[in-house]
């Protein structure tokens, strides 16, 4: 690989990084600050509409940064163990992201939700 294509590369995963931790971070600061003043159109902000708000931007920013983690260990590192390495963080982040959706919607992903029915056909 030339090294003008690794340099390149190398500033597009630091950036999907930067992007991604930019998220959580103002994903948090956004959800404290509807949380504290109140923004979500009703008088009463729930401590369980907040978690859901900092949980969905802990989900967006972890896949930003799961692709940065894929681009700079498949273009830079191609050995057994960084492949590894690469396996169980993407592992351990799926997991972080099942549990948190489990927290967000109250309910495993593969569950549908249920459909009342009127009785007509």
Known sequence: M???LQIFVEY???LIEVIGILI????????LGRYLFKRQGKPFRSFKIIREELGRAILLGLEFLVAADIIATVVFETTTKSILNLGLIVLIRIILS???EIEIEGK???KQKSHKTTGKE
Do not use: D, E, H
């Not at 971070?25 to 956004?30: P, R, Y």
């Open 2 to 4: 030339s090294k003008n």
């Open 12 to 14: 597009t995963a630091t």
């Open 24 to 31: 959580i971070v103002l994903g948090a600061f956004w959800a």
């Open 98 to 100: 099942f549990t948190l």
């Open 108 to 110: 495993f992903p593969w």
